[in-house]
């Protein structure tokens, strides 16, 4: 019937063991492997963009995707918002994914040591010495790549934008200063909510949360208005990291 799973989707989600047996006769024929991970908790435009780019770097695709538990412990007690079971099934029914595979460490750093990848790859927002398990499949001469990256665009800014559209449920507090020069990035507005604060960019919404910072005004000194700053460059940065959500 319509929008059932099929055995053939179904069939690309396995084990470590099934996965490890699986993939030998492809290793032997020659097949280049290549490796993804992440939670991919609300599959959006980056995921796919990621997947496609990733899985053209060579022949079988397999992409290990973290556990409910997994997740929660990476992103916290709110999350995933997807189940672990329908977050696989999404993946393995692109035309582009040949096996998923679900995890429960923090990291993939044993599947990688159990499957050897010939490729390891990851969003564009990383830098190569960022990415976790770049030494182990360097190691036995695998390669390690990043696609490219489409700013802006993550599960956790798609979930304020549809908690809190306007503003985060937060309180105004003033426009931060235009920037010098298109270098230093846009301008930005800052919005308390509670305790804690949240950016938001020029044309764009709720894209990063940074620790609290003081508002400052005209009449601030030389070093409070150093110390403002560097909680803006941190905002900015987090800006950065919150791309790098999958």
Do not use: W
Not at 122 to 149: C, D, L, M, Q
Not at 153 to 173: D, K, M, N, Q
Not at 215 to 234: C, G, I, L, M
Request: with cysteine; charged share 25%.
């Amino acid at each position: 019937m319509p929008g059932m799973t099929t055995n053939r989707e179904a069939s690309k989600i396995v084990s470590l063991g099934e996965l490890l047996a699986r993939i030998e006769r492809h290793r032997r024929d020659g097949r280049a492997i290549v490796f993804t991970n992440g939670c991919f908790d609300l599959l959006h435009v980056g995921h796919m963009t990621h997947l496609q780019e990733a899985s053209a770097l060579g022949d079988l695709f397999i992409v290990a995707v973290n556990s409910n538990a997994g997740v929660r412990g990476l992103k916290g007690p709110e999350r995933p918002v997807v189940n672990e079971q329908d977050r696989a099934l999404m993946l393995a029914a692109l035309e582009c994914v040949d096996f998923v595979v679900l995890f429960d460490d923090p990291t993939p750093i044993r599947l990688l040591e159990r499957i050897r990848p010939d490729v390891l790859v990851k969003g564009g927002a990383y830098a190569p010495n960022e990415i976790v398990g770049r030494k182990i499949v360097e190691s036995y001469g695998g390669r390690v790549r990043t696609t490219g990256h489409r700013g802006g665009i993550s599960t956790s800014a798609l979930l304020r934008a549809i908690r809190e559209p306007e503003t985060g449920g937060g309180a105004f507090v003033g426009r931060l200063a235009e920037p010098s020069s298109a270098a230093d990035g846009p301008a930005a507005s800052l919005f308390y909510k509670g305790p804690m604060p949240f950016l938001v960019l020029k044309g764009r919404r709720n894209l990063a949360v940074g620790e609290s910072p003081r508002k400052t005004n005209a009449n601030d000194s030389p070093s409070r208005a150093a110390a403002k700053e560097r909680v803006v460059r941190h905002l900015f940065r987090r800006c950065a990291a919150d791309a790098r959500d999958v």
